[in-house]
């Protein structure tokens, strides 16, 4: 097999493991110089594959690379450009195996969500219409928990602790202030259409502590009686209650509670500042003195509490997906297979493309509680070993001691220029 160079890309959101799956794919293709030369990285995703703007990865070192295991974002950039359908804009596709056959590329790892899956399967049609021989490997990454066939996605389990802990932690402050102040808290997290980092709130409770807990998912139409009435009901047993919902919560039309009529890279509904809303419901319906956080980028940024099971599963998949790509797969996605709740057991395996893009998970009806505003045993059995275990970074100074790449520029080869 004669030596080709590997392109590596992150696509969307990042997450606090995202840089462990490119570990992952960095360390193991030098343990395969033999079959792979260099590992090129794009800067800000497929953006950088488009424009020719490189990253030489072999310019930095061992310990840089590992490194990566622990630093949470996007180590070269990612960025929010979907490339449209083959016959809509077959130009972006030509460019990219044009940049692909200069560089000499022959593995294409794309670490991202659904749509990152979509563009790594119309990238290895149109390499194979071209007659231009490329492995495509799609690396699965989202936060929001909704790619199929996986049993779960690397960066939701460090994700659904941060909820989990913050929920907790602020329930205590609140429970601590009912008396004479704050009643209601409200924390606001990701999830469009799937209600699984919503759900993660749920484990802030347990049989040690009854936390008086309110969860608004994207799966359930929002009853705005139903809901109202279950709040005071816990207020007045408890002295207060928190309440977590998803940034993609429906009104019983289909529209979403924060729609604001803006859209996305995407073309998806803008969504943020449900917390507000809701809010804002309580107090003018219930008259309780409530307080409310965005949980936001801290979120998905938040590589100090990670879980270790994340961090061990990301890292896993970036490192298959080359094994993967070597052993001649193409148009896959490695996948998480789990094979025992308690004690919780997995293994690595994979799905075809053609199965995973364009195809949203969304939570079963049957870990959500049958009010509809909380969750069940078994969505908790199904949660808890994702958070299990501290995989705590270095510090230095009292701060993670986090690695900053070099990303030196490859030389550019091509005259012509593309504009995205």
Not at 188 to 202: D, K, P, S
Not at 240 to 264: R, W
Not at 279 to 291: D, F, M, Q
Not at 383 to 392: A, K, N
Request: proline fraction near 4%; include cysteine; charged fraction near 20%.
């Amino acid at each position: 097999m004669a030596i080709r160079n590997a392109f590596y890309a992150q696509s969307g959101g990042v997450t606090s493991v995202i840089n462990a799956s490119a570990c992952g794919v960095i360390e193991t293709a030098r343990r395969h110089r033999d079959q792979i030369g260099n590992v090129y990285a794009g800067r800000n995703g497929i953006v950088g594959a488009l424009t020719e703007d490189l990253i030489d990865t072999a310019q930095e070192s061992d310990q840089a690379i590992a490194d990566l295991r622990h630093t949470p974002g996007g180590a070269f950039g990612s960025c929010r450009y979907k490339l449209k359908g083959l016959e809509e804009n077959r130009a972006q596709y030509e460019r990219l195996i044009e940049v692909f056959k200069a560089h000499d590329i022959g593995f294409f790892f794309y670490n991202g969500g659904g749509d990152s899956a979509d563009t790594c399967l119309k990238v290895s049609q149109l390499s194979e219409k071209m007659g231009y021989p490329l492995c495509a490997i799609h690396i699965p990454k989202t936060v929001d928990n909704d790619l199929p066939i996986t049993d779960n996605c690397p960066g939701f389990g460090s994700v659904a602790k941060y909820i989990a802990v913050s929920t907790r932690e602020a329930s205590f402050d609140v429970a601590s202030m009912a008396a004479t102040s704050t009643k209601i808290f409200v924390i606001e997290v990701m999830g469009r259409h799937a209600g699984w980092i919503a759900a993660a709130g749920g484990l802030a409770a347990d049989q040690k502590r009854d936390i008086p807990l309110v969860i608004l998912f994207p799966e359930i139409p929002f009853d705005q009686a139903k809901f109202l009435a279950a709040v005071d009901e816990k207020v007045k047993h408890y002295g207060y209650c928190s309440i977590v919902v998803s940034e993609g919560v429906k009104q019983a039309g289909g529209k979403f509670l924060a729609d604001a009529g803006l859209k996305d890279a995407f073309g998806h509904t803008q969504l943020g500042g449900v917390a507000p809303v809701v809010v804002s419901i309580v107090k003018n319906e219930l008259g309780y003195r409530c307080h409310w956080a965005v949980a936001d980028y801290l979120q998905r940024a938040a590589r100090h509490i990670a879980s270790r099971t994340d961090a061990e599963q990301a890292y896993a998949l970036g490192k298959t997906a080359v094994e993967l790509a070597l052993a001649g797969r193409n148009a896959v996605m490695p996948t998480i297979v789990r094979s025992s709740d308690s004690p919780y057991r997995w293994e690595i395996g994979h799905a075809d493309l053609s199965d995973v893009a364009n195809v949203e998970k969304k939570m079963p009806r049957e870990f959500i509680s049958s009010d509809g505003l909380g969750i069940t045993d078994a969505c908790r059995a199904y949660l808890l070993p994702l958070i299990e275990g501290e995989d705590y970074p270095p510090y230095k100074d009292g701060l993670p001691d986090y690695v900053v790449l070099k990303n030196a520029s490859v030389p550019k080869k091509l005259t012509s220029q593309f504009a995205v």
